[in-house]
C-alpha cells in the first residue's frame, strides 16, 4: 500500500520577514549606542539613550536590594546581641554555682579529710566529691563564642583564666582520685598485716602471761604485773574497735620495754617470739602512721590548692560582673 507524503509549510509574507529583520537591526543598534557612551563616559548623553521608566526601574531594584542587605545585617547583628547576653548569662550564674555550691565543697572535703581522718578511723573508700555537672556546663560553651561575647580585653582575660582554673581543678581531681586509689591499696595491706600479727601477738602474750603466773610469787612479778595488765587492756578495751594508737602504745610498746629490761627474749622461746612480733607489729604501725600523716599532709595541699582556685574565681566573676 503506497504511503502518502504530506509536507507542512508554512508561508510568511515577505514584508513580515523585513519588518522583524528592522527591528532586530534597531535593538541592536541601541544596545550598541549604550555601550559606546558607557565605555566614554558620556553620562549625559547615556541618560538621553535610556528613558524615564528604565532609570526609576534599576534605581528602585537597587534601593531594595540595599535596603534588604541592610535590614539582613541588622536582624543577625539583633541575632547575635541576644546570643552574646545568653552567653554571659549563663556564664555568670554557672560560674557563680561553682564558686558557691562546687569548689567550695570541695575545699572543704579536703579539709575536713585531712583534719579529722588518723590512723584510727583509716581512709573513706572514695576522696570527697561533689557529684555535679556544673565543671561541663563552662567547658562545654563554644570557645569562640564565649571570648566574642566580650569586647574588653580585660573580660576575655578573665574568661581564659576561668577557663584554665577550670580546666586545673579537674585535672586536680583525676590525680587525687588516682592517688587515693593508690593509698587504700597500701593502707589495706598494713591493716590486715597489723590484724593477723595482733592476732598471733595476743595468743602469745596470753600464753606467756600464763605461763608466768604458775610462779608462785607471780604477784610480785614485775613482768608478770606488765603483761597480765596488757593481755586485760586489751580484751577490755580494745577488742573489736578501732584503736590501733591505744594498742600499739598501751599493749605493745610495755610489753616490749619489759621484755628489753629483763632480757627474757634471751632465754625464752615465747618471750623470743613475743619480741619479736612486737618489733615487726612496730615496724608495721610506724609505717601505717607515716603513710597517714603523707596522706594527710597531701589532702592538705589539696585542700590548699581549691582555696586559690576558688578565690581566682571569685576575681574574674567581679570582673565579668563589671558594667
Same mark, same amino acid.
Given at each position: 500500500?503506497? &504511503? #502518502? $507524503? !504530506? &509536507?507542512?509549510?508554512? $508561508?510568511y509574507p515577505d514584508s513580515s520577514i523585513s519588518k522583524l529583520c528592522s527591528v532586530q537591526t534597531e535593538q541592536i543598534n541601541e544596545l550598541k549606542k549604550i555601550r559606546i557612551e558607557i565605555e566614554k563616559g558620556n553620562s549625559d548623553r547615556l541618560l538621553n539613550i535610556v528613558d524615564n521608566d528604565t532609570v526609576f526601574t534599576v534605581g528602585a531594584t537597587l534601593f531594595v536590594f540595599f535596603v534588604g542587605i541592610l535590614v539582613q545585617w541588622l536582624y543577625n547583628l539583633h541575632k547575635e546581641c541576644i546570643e552574646e547576653d545568653k552567653i %554571659?548569662? /549563663?556564664l555568670l550564674f554557672n560560674l557563680s554555682r561553682i564558686i558557691d555550691g562546687y569548689s567550695t565543697k570541695l575545699t572543704n572535703g *579536703? &579539709?575536713? +579529710? /585531712?583534719?579529722? $581522718?588518723?590512723i584510727n578511723s583509716g581512709f573513706p573508700i572514695t576522696p570527697p566529691k561533689v557529684l555535679s555537672g556544673m565543671l561541663n %556546663? !563552662?567547658?562545654? !560553651? $563554644?570557645?569562640? &563564642?564565649? +571570648?566574642?561575647? *566580650? #569586647?574588653e580585653e580585660s573580660k576575655r582575660e578573665a574568661v581564659s583564666k576561668v577557663r584554665d582554673v577550670i580546666d586545673s581543678i579537674r585535672i586536680l581531681e583525676k590525680h587525687i582520685e588516682s592517688y587515693h586509689k593508690d593509698l587504700l591499696v597500701k593502707s589495706g595491706i598494713l591493716r590486715d598485716e597489723l590484724d593477723t600479727l595482733s592476732e598471733r601477738y595476743i595468743e602469745v602474750l596470753a600464753h606467756f602471761s600464763d605461763e608466768l603466773k604458775q610462779n608462785p610469787n607471780h604477784e610480785n612479778d614485775q613482768t608478770f604485773i606488765v603483761l597480765g595488765s596488757c593481755v586485760k587492756l586489751f580484751y577490755k578495751d580494745l577488742v573489736g574497735k578501732r584503736s590501733i594508737k591505744r594498742y600499739y602504745r598501751e599493749v605493745i610498746r610495755p610489753v616490749q620495754n619489759e621484755l628489753v629490761r629483763t632480757g627474757l627474749y634471751k632465754s625464752n622461746n615465747k618471750a623470743l617470739e613475743l619480741a619479736s612480733l612486737g618489733r615487726t607489729l612496730s615496724h608495721k604501725y610506724n609505717e601505717l602512721k607515716l603513710l597517714t600523716v603523707e596522706a594527710r599532709l597531701e589532702y592538705r595541699s589539696y585542700s590548699g590548692i581549691m582555696e586559690n582556685a576558688t578565690k581566682s574565681l571569685k576575681n574574674n566573676l567581679m570582673i565579668l560582673k563589671n558594667p
Open positions: 500500500m503506497a &504511503k #502518502n $507524503n !504530506i &509536507k507542512l509549510t508554512v $508561508n %554571659r548569662t /549563663y *579536703y &579539709k575536713q +579529710f /585531712y583534719q579529722h $581522718n588518723d %556546663r !563552662i567547658s562545654e !560553651i $563554644n570557645s569562640d &563564642k564565649l +571570648f566574642n561575647a *566580650y #569586647n
